[in-house]
């Protein structure tokens, strides 16, 4: 966007930001950032995680206030003070993390976003009229707390809809979706520019940004990096200029195991069943897996479907009803927990970093031991439970060297580390005992590209020293690129799983859709009709 | 005989269900307020104290809600403002309250109080066994009823209510919309002390018109235990607050005549009905969803 152009397309504009900078302590989350939206595009903003993306739209919304620079909206300087503010300018928001009330109907929701007294019955079908417009169905009599994610998600889009805004901000909306529930969002959304509304994207997924988006704003380290037409781009330039080096690609060539059938595998699952273990979980029915040395063995699904509830029981937080269930190099582990497990050679990184993984108050040293005292107690503890620093402390060094954990100090607590730096000291933790079995639960969720492509090498590598490895995530992009086999898990059951090699994406999107297309949860509510709005 | 003891129960309801449906109305916001018995001795002070000075009840019940309110006002400064810990605040309320209100009424202990005289409707109270009861009861009853159907229907049906539902079940969702969380809660923590500080003032000018150090006896704690019991529902606030009422005026008649069931047993009976209405309700998914407040207790600070 050249500065030439901007006296005629002064009218045009419908938002531009100039020199927003926003410090938080010592931190520029946003350096004086420009760019600007014109009526009927969709304008992506890119950037890694930490770029100051979300820091940059709650500005937008209304959430946070600019340290300096200005906000014009259609060519004239505005303060948005409150998201009510930036609702009455014309600017709608669908959050990443919903803003959704779970104990309420839909329609309560909608009603609660549209101000003054308007009846429920009244809200509840200009909801249908809007969800008929634009593809959107949903049910306005159902409690949230009872929808899946796409339906969540569509009841955001509808509200923000209602609201008849010129700009919608869009935040990481497909991270949810299968790629059936993404196509669909797209289609909604050609339809909402055709109608001349300004969209703003967010997103890290290039494909996706590439097919829908007319320019974009690259974001680095709070800073605009490029303003670009993200047509005329490679998915690799664009990873290029939010990572500011080139993201090496994993390197899968040394993939092909050795003969897997001849050996014995280093996790067997046998016919695990499991009732739910609270009222939103999920039951797991007949789950059966085996996991070889050499491999890595990728687990699809969209979230909620049973992946938490599999990790716990394999990780040993629940156990079986009976110890063959689950059998680690040949030895029955159902009936130990996570330190047992780990004695038989097990890893575990679980998918909460802060709080499951490591203890937030606690420094890296200390959450080190709290995985380590099961399995290597005697290096780590000596007489009297006196604890060895130093040996820990040497332990901690090698794990920070071997996966390049960025930290401000010696041995800072967990919960200072960014979520990249941490998950790759938990996994670090895992690969410094040189395990023969890893199970890891999003290893990568968000974590910025450039760390989570050394993350994926790394789990690639240990796999291919002979460990077996287990990976449950919700990106089938990282499955596809790590795994050697994927299985899908949905509402509980667990499919076969099918070689890397001959799955495409819209077969594994269709398993992961289940029978009820990503609505597992509905099934779980008798009392409610199916029926339609 | 059976009509004097089923009006004394509605005497003993009336303050639990006045304090109750404050405190459903607290943690409907989010909020769990445990200062609900030091707002209570507060409002029972105040209430009589005012009414000493004044010579008329009405001015005691007036000083009684006040007090309460201007009490949970601490409440809401430390928890709403400075964030800090409801469960300590609160209890740290009830205790200051139960010292503070001793301190005052030092001077009242042993006066003859002034009592807020029943209503006789017309007519209506005339007829049998139900007119007394309903018809001939103290105006503070009436006011608990008249507020019980006030808070169901302001919670369910208005949108001032469907805000506070939603600013109780997600405070970031709220925020995030754009709804005042601070301030609802604020609103709504001095509704509640209000009404515990009427409750308060019942005692003390109702139901034992006189001042003697904690005279609310646990009475706060009921009323919390109560919100509970209800699932936040405010007519099951009313099967609630009857319930422990009628136990509690049965214990005095079963010791007066003599009955072999041991006292303990009965005042344990209601929250032995509280456990179980828990179960109950805790087994159906929806309902617990729809009306527990899924951020209460959680103290909110906005981003800056």
Redesign the interface.
């Known amino acids: 966007m050249s500065d030439t152009d901007e006296p005629p397309t002064l009218q045009n504009t419908l938002l531009k930001v100039e020199g927003i900078t926003k410090t938080f302590g010592t931190l520029k989350a946003n350096d004086r950032v420009d760019f600007d939206i014109v009526p009927g595009e969709i304008h992506a903003l890119l950037g890694e995680n930490g770029a100051g993306k979300s820091t940059l739209v709650?500005m937008l919304f209304?959430?946070?206030q600019p340290d300096s620079g200005t906000i014009k909206w259609r060519g004239q300087p505005v303060t948005i003070s409150?998201?009510?503010d930036a609702?009455a300018l014309g600017i709608g928001?669908v959050?990443q993390h919903?803003?959704?009330?779970?104990?309420?109907s839909a329609a309560?929701n909608i009603?609660?976003?549209l101000g003054?007294?308007?009846s429920l019955s009244r809200t509840a079908a200009e909801a249908k009229r809007v969800s008929d417009e634009y593809g959107l169905p949903i049910h306005p009599d159902r409690?949230v707390?009872?929808l899946s994610v796409g339906e969540r998600q569509r009841i955001e889009i509808v509200r923000c809809l209602l609201q008849q805004p010129e700009l919608i901000i869009l935040d990481e909306p497909t991270s949810v979706l299968t790629p059936q529930e993404a196509e669909k969002l797209f289609a909604t959304l050609e339809k909402v520019r055709r109608e001349g509304k300004s969209i703003l994207y967010i997103s890290h997924r290039l494909e996706e940004v590439q097919r829908l988006c007319d320019r974009a704003t690259v974001l680095r380290l709070g800073r605009v990096v490029a303003h670009c037409d993200p047509r005329a781009e490679t998915a690799k330039s664009l990873a290029a200029m939010m990572v500011g080096e080139d993201i090496h690609d994993v390197d899968r060539r040394k993939a092909v195991p050795k003969e897997p059938a001849k050996q014995q595998p280093v996790l067997v699952i046998d016919d695990l069943s499991q009732p739910p273990t609270g009222?939103f979980a999920v039951a797991l029915r007949n789950v059966a897996l085996e996991v070889f040395p050499g491999e890595v063995v990728g687990i699809a699904g969209i979230a909620g479907n049973g992946q938490s509830e599999f990790f716990e029981a394999v990780s040993g937080e629940r156990l079986q009803d009976r110890p063959e269930r689950i059998r680690i190099r040949g030895k029955n582990a159902g009936h130990d927990g996570p330190s047992g497990r780990r004695r038989l050679g097990a890893a575990f990184s679980p998918e909460e970093r802060l709080g499951h993984g490591a203890v937030p108050g606690f420094s890296l040293s200390e959450n080190l031991l709290l995985s380590r005292h099961a399995t290597d107690g005697k290096t780590y503890v000596g007489a009297l439970g006196t604890i060895k620093s130093r040996a820990l402390t040497s332990a901690l060094e090698r794990i920070v060297q071997a996966l390049d954990v960025r930290k401000s100090e010696a041995d800072p607590l967990a919960s200072s580390l960014s979520g990249g730096n941490l998950q790759k000291l938990i996994l670090g933790r895992e690969f410094d005992r040189a395990p023969a079995l890893l199970i890891a639960n999003q290893p990568t969720w968000g974590v910025d590209a450039g760390a989570a492509a050394h993350i994926r090498q790394e789990v690639i590598d240990l796999a291919r020293a002979g460990s077996g490895v287990l990976v449950i995530s919700q990106d089938l992009d990282e499955l596809l690129e790590m795994a050697d086999r994927i299985a899908v898990m949905s509402d509980g059951r667990l499919s076969e799983t099918i070689p890397t090699e001959t799955v495409t994406r819209e077969a594994l999107g269709l398993m992961m859709g289940g029978a009820g297309n990503g609505e597992a949860s509905a099934k779980n509510?008798p009392?409610l009709p199916e029926g339609t709005i | 005989m059976i009509e004097a003891i089923l009006l004394t129960i509605a005497t003993a309801a009336t303050p639990l269900l006045l304090a109750a449906l404050g405190e459903l109305v607290v943690e409907r916001s989010g909020v769990l307020n445990l200062g609900v018995e030091g707002m209570m001795i507060m409002g029972a002070v105040a209430g009589f104290g005012a009414a000493q000075l004044s010579g008329s009840p009405w001015v005691g019940l007036l000083a009684a809600v006040c007090a309460g309110a201007l009490f949970s006002m601490l409440f809401g400064f430390l928890t709403l403002t400075l964030a800090t810990n409801q469960v300590a605040t609160g209890l740290s309320l009830t205790i200051l309250g139960l010292g503070l209100s001793g301190m005052l009424g030092e001077s009242f202990v042993g006066l003859p109080g002034l009592k807020l005289q029943a209503w006789a409707i017309p007519g209506l109270s005339e007829i049998p066994l139900i007119g007394k009861l309903l018809f001939a009861q103290d105006p503070i009853f009436y006011i608990s009823i008249a507020l019980t159907v006030a808070v169901w229907w302001f919670v369910f049906f208005t949108?001032a209510g469907?805000?506070l539902?939603?600013v109780g079940?997600?405070h970031?969702?709220?925020?995030?919309?754009?709804?005042r969380v601070i301030r609802i809660r604020y609103l709504a923590v001095l509704f509640g002390g209000a009404c515990a500080g009427m409750a308060g003032g019942h005692l003390s000018l109702v139901y034992t018109p006189q001042w003697t150090e904690n005279m609310t006896a646990g009475r706060g704690w009921i009323a919390l235990a109560l919100v509970v019991f209800a699932s936040w529902l405010p007519w099951r606030l009313v099967a609630g607050a009857y319930l422990f009422g009628a136990v509690t005026i049965a214990q005095f008649h079963a010791q007066a005549q003599g009955v072999g069931i041991p006292s303990q047993f009965l005042s344990a009976l209601p929250y032995l009905a509280t456990i179980f209405v828990l179960v109950l309700i805790s087994s159906n998914?929806?309902m617990?969803?729809?009306?527990?407040?899924?951020s209460l207790g959680k103290p909110f600070v906005p981003?800056?």
């Open positions: 709650k209304g959430s946070l409150d998201p009510m609702r928001m959050f919903f803003s959704l009330f779970e104990s309420l309560e009603a609660l976003s003054g007294e308007v409690l707390g009872e009222p509510s009392m | 949108r469907l805000t539902r939603a079940d997600s970031v969702s709220a925020h995030a919309l754009g709804l998914r929806r617990t969803m729809r009306n527990t407040p899924a981003e800056r």
